[in-house]
């Protein structure tokens, strides 16, 4: 992975971790600093957890918070905090246009480098909540801010990583309880069986494709 991501990186790069605070904790806090640790190892970026903790630490309260965390480049941890408002019960999701490149690696980072998603979410038409993408070989990847699970019997099948897509962290959290394991898939599977969306904010979360 590192030998990917060779040569100068962008200017004003940050890397991002996005999770809940829920009943006096941060929910899978480990598993979002495992994958913060890994992408900066894989860019070169410093990584203390100390200082971590500490921008962390004035988080609190008893309500629900969306909590974004960012290193910059020189490591230096920020943090920023929201009420976590509820979003749909069921999320209506359609198939984007665009394809996305299946060997790039920038897919496998959360980085401030989300352009073509935050471009794709912020021009959803009324009644549609999440956009799914494929890749160019035509298989399933991910969403604008969610990976994405068909149900199969008891198991949940997911994208594997080499269709082009983020490790979410829900998604890993659900992969090593056994409760889902991974499948190609395509736009077709999207019409055979139960969709489900989510990430470590929201969780898992049903999804109806709209046509």
């Given at each position: 992975?590192?030998?990917?991501?060779?040569?100068?990186?962008?200017?004003?790069?940050?890397?991002?971790?996005?999770?809940?605070?829920?009943?006096?904790?941060?929910?899978?806090?480990?598993?979002?600093?495992?994958?913060?640790?890994?992408?900066?190892?894989?860019?070169?970026?410093?990584?203390?957890?100390?200082?971590?903790?500490?921008?962390?630490?004035?988080?609190?309260?008893?309500?629900?918070?969306?909590?974004?965390?960012?290193?910059?480049?020189?490591?230096?941890?920020?943090?920023?905090?929201?009420?976590?408002?509820?979003?749909?019960?069921?999320?209506?999701?359609?198939?984007?246009a665009e394809r996305l490149d299946p060997t790039d690696p920038w897919l496998r980072v959360k980085t401030s480098l989300r352009a073509r998603y935050d471009s794709a979410r912020a021009a959803l038409p009324e009644?549609?909540?999440?956009?799914?993408?494929?890749?160019?070989?035509?298989?399933?990847?991910?969403?604008?801010?969610?990976?994405?699970?068909?149900?199969?019997?008891?198991?949940?099948?997911?994208?594997?990583?080499?269709s082009g897509l983020l490790p979410g962290v829900l998604r890993k959290a659900l992969l090593e309880e056994g409760r889902a394991r991974e499948a190609v898939l395509t736009e077709g599977d999207l019409r055979e069986?139960?969709?489900?969306?989510?990430?470590?904010?929201?969780?898992?979360?049903?999804?109806?494709?709209?046509?």
């Amino acid at each position: 992975m590192e030998s990917a991501f060779r040569g100068p990186l962008p200017g004003g790069l940050t890397l991002i971790e996005t999770f809940g605070w829920r009943e006096g904790a941060f929910v899978r806090l480990d598993l979002h600093l495992a994958r913060l640790e890994a992408t900066a190892r894989a860019l070169g970026v410093p990584f203390e957890r100390a200082a971590i903790d500490d921008a962390l630490a004035v988080l609190g309260g008893a309500d629900p918070l969306r909590v974004r965390l960012t290193l910059d480049l020189a490591g230096r941890p920020a943090v920023q905090s929201a009420p976590l408002l509820p979003g749909p019960e069921v999320w209506k999701v359609a198939v984007h246009a665009e394809r996305l490149d299946p060997t790039d690696p920038w897919l496998r980072v959360k980085t401030s480098l989300r352009a073509r998603y935050d471009s794709a979410r912020a021009a959803l038409p009324e009644g549609l909540d999440e956009w799914l993408f494929l890749n160019t070989r035509g298989e399933l990847c991910e969403g604008t801010i969610t990976n994405v699970f068909l149900r199969r019997g008891g198991l949940l099948l997911t994208p594997p990583l080499a269709s082009g897509l983020l490790p979410g962290v829900l998604r890993k959290a659900l992969l090593e309880e056994g409760r889902a394991r991974e499948a190609v898939l395509t736009e077709g599977d999207l019409r055979e069986g139960e969709i489900l969306i989510g990430n470590s904010l929201r969780g898992l979360l049903p999804a109806r494709l709209v046509p």
